[in-house]
């Protein structure tokens, strides 16, 4: 699976879109990109998903570039409740979820 | 409401002991896993059930045997554990082939050993 790259942590303001990237440049053609969030001491939440169109839900919208080579999670007005750890995931269709590898994820801290 | 319970939500244990973690879903999936999260560590995979059969054990020590009776329940059997093992232990269940990505988790066990 390709492996992914993503800032260690991004602060954003209450009310203001929050603007996640990921570089995944080695990203194979029949690989989605997922991303999920954990907000402390709980399980991880699945946010959205996509493969080359850009998706919006009612979460988030997730914008990948022509290449694939990279993608940004947006929120689009982050509250307080969305400060948590933003893991972005690439993975093949196939199998089941022991290709989702987590990493270390963005720490993003919603300011007020 | 996750859909994805787990019991308890905190236990404390002795390295003699033996205790269970328990898994419950009612979303209807068919497959379920265990992962652990280890204080500044990311997650890791210990267990893949799919239709109640394991499909994946990462290298986990014996000292964790895992359990799934049926498609909505899973347990993590735990006896002779170390301190290291300390950590928050995680059920999640999903749908298989194209929807085996989207993961539902539940709270979490938060077990110390101490």
């Known amino acids: 699976d390709a492996k992914t790259t993503q800032p260690t942590s991004m602060d954003c303001a209450e009310g203001r879109a929050a603007n996640l990237p990921c570089n995944h440049s080695t990203i194979s053609g029949n690989e989605y990109v997922y991303w999920y969030r954990q907000i402390h001491s709980q399980g991880p939440q699945y946010i959205i998903h996509?493969?080359?169109n850009n998706e919006t839900n009612e979460m988030a919208s997730l914008i990948i570039t022509e290449d694939r080579k990279s993608s940004t999670l947006i929120l689009p007005h982050a509250t307080l409740r969305d400060t948590a750890v933003y893991y972005c995931i690439v993975r093949a269709p196939s199998g089941s979820a022991r290709q989702l590898t987590f990493g270390s994820g963005t720490q993003l801290t919603v300011l007020p | 409401e996750t859909g994805v319970t787990q019991t308890p939500r905190h236990l404390v244990m002795g390295m003699t002991n033996k205790k269970s973690l328990k898994c419950e879903q009612h979303?209807?999936?068919?497959?379920m896993y265990w992962y652990k999260q280890s204080a500044k560590k990311p997650l890791e995979l210990m267990f893949v059930y799919s239709l109640e059969e394991r499909v994946e054990n990462n290298s986990v020590p014996s000292r964790f045997s895992p359990e799934c009776p049926n498609s909505s329940h899973l347990f993590l059997h735990l006896h002779t554990l170390q301190p290291e093992d300390s950590a928050l232990y995680l059920c999640a269940s999903s749908s298989s082939g194209n929807l085996a990505g989207e993961l539902f988790f539940g709270e979490g066990s938060r077990l110390t050993v101490l």
């Open positions: 979303l209807g999936h068919n497959a």
């Open positions: 996509g493969l080359k």
